[in-house]
């Protein structure tokens, strides 16, 4: 992926004038064709499309994305209140969690629904709602994460109730005259059609041993190239297999089941840049690196920090035009070594570089593949940094200012 021509001195500029830097820029054409994308999920006997919101939760995307016709996906009760508050229809809405509130009962009540992804919470709902439907999250045991930290499949992982704890389940959902009316199986990021094909086949036993299921959840984890030698989940490819498992899962059972799908990271990850001025540039001498420091950082993307995850980058020579090119690192603003933008891909420790316009304090520096988890997923306010400003390009090339930066005495405001 390179970065877009749009991201030229004019609307540097522009941006400048709107909300200064560091600042996010999420391109509202790439999220429609994204969630068109999504739409057209081969699904035979239905399809429910839903957004991982904690992949990029601000209320303008929330609100472009539901617009859409697409649910979504919660990862806690604070974002079931997020989603609800941008006008989103609860019925719409499902919570997948690693903690359940304890007053969780308040959503359920307006029409969320539920995943139990433990034999506890199944336990806690049913308790709330005896005599009612549920969803089970379960782990399958298969897992195809990109790495180890987004790996959410397998015996490693803590997400869903393990596969061999079916009689468990029905025990409990027995207690409290339960129905189990969807399953949920969501195991990492992957781009493989042959791994899909496994998964749904693992899903699908679920589903067989559980006849009241309606609707089978596959979750999320379509994984998208942000760099040029990455490859991108070619979404209705990997849905074939998935549709032929669930036509022939039909014919053998005459159960005809509906498919859900919840991703976050193909919906928003290419939308959404990092506009960043490069506020100094320094060496280490002979032998040494060259560092463009840029005025954003792990405060704003911490991807790199945390997966050594690879991101496009270009810098935009601010009033003059550039011939020569050089070799740099580029690190954040963090007083932390760790705060390094350009990581090696194999190993997170080492530095990399990037052979780029030969650059000076002031140029811009347009960092892409920043719209999931990015804005949602930082280390906010590390050295007191603001939380930073997020800006939507409607389709006609128009900036809307949809979140401003963070003040200090906001950043403040709750210390006594
Ligand atoms: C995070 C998450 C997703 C989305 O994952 P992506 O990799 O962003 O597509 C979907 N479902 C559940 C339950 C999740 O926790």
Redesign the pocket.
């Known amino acids: 992926m390179e970065i877009p021509e749009f991201f030229n001195a004019q609307l540097l500029s522009e941006l400048e004038a709107l909300s200064g830097t560091p600042c996010y820029v999420y391109d509202e054409a790439t999220i429609r064709r994204q969630t068109d994308i999504m739409k057209k999920f081969p699904a035979p006997f239905g399809l429910f499309p839903r957004y991982?919101m904690?992949?990029c939760p601000t209320r303008a995307i929330l609100a472009l994305v539901t617009g859409e016709g697409i649910g979504i996906?919660a990862?806690s009760g604070f974002e079931i209140d997020r989603a609800l508050r941008a006008g989103v229809d609860p019925t719409a809405i499902s919570l997948?969690t690693q903690e359940l509130p304890s007053d969780f009962d308040q959503w359920i009540k307006k029409g969320v629904k539920m995943n139990a992804c433990s034999l506890s919470q199944l336990r806690r709902y049913g308790e709330k709602f005896p005599n009612t439907s549920i969803g089970i999250?379960f782990n399958p045991g298969l897992g195809s994460g990109g790495t180890a930290k987004t790996n959410?499949g397998g015996p490693s992982s803590s997400f869903g109730i393990w596969h061999e704890k079916k009689e468990e389940v029905r025990a409990i959902a027995a207690e409290f005259s339960l129905k189990i009316e969807r399953i949920?199986t969501?195991i990492?990021?992957g781009s493989d059609p042959a791994v899909w094909q496994r998964t749904a086949n693992l899903s699908l036993a679920l589903v067989r041993e559980f006849e009241t299921v309606e609707s089978l959840n596959l979750?999320?984890?379509?994984k998208v190239a942000r760099m040029a030698d990455e490859v991108s989940t070619d979404l209705l490819k990997i849905g074939e297999p998935v549709a032929a498992a669930l036509t022939e899962f039909a014919e053998e059972t005459g159960r005809k089941i509906r498919l859900e799908i919840?991703?976050?990271?193909?919906v928003v990850a290419n939308a959404g840049y990092l506009v960043s001025r490069v506020q100094d540039v320094v060496d280490t001498g002979t032998g040494g690196h060259q560092f463009l420091k840029l005025d954003s950082g792990m405060t704003e993307l911490l991807r790199p920090s945390l997966y050594a995850a690879q991101h496009p980058i270009s810098i935009i020579p601010r009033g003059r035009t550039v011939e020569d090119m050089e070799d740099y690192v580029i690190v954040g603003h963090c007083c932390e070594s760790g705060d390094l933008v350009t990581p090696a891909p194999d190993d997170g420790e080492k530095l990399a570089f990037r052979n780029l316009p030969k650059t000076q304090i002031g140029d811009w520096c347009v960092i892409g593949g920043a719209g999931?988890y990015c804005s949602a997923m930082s280390t906010k306010n590390y050295n007191s940094f603001p939380e930073t400003s997020e800006v939507l390009r409607s389709e006609n090339g128009d900036l809307n200012l949809i979140r401003r930066r963070q003040t200090l005495d906001q950043l403040l405001a709750n210390e006594i």
């Open positions: 991982a904690k992949a996906d990862s997948s999250r959410v949920h969501h990492g990021s979750g999320g984890g379509y919840e991703p976050g990271t193909f999931a």
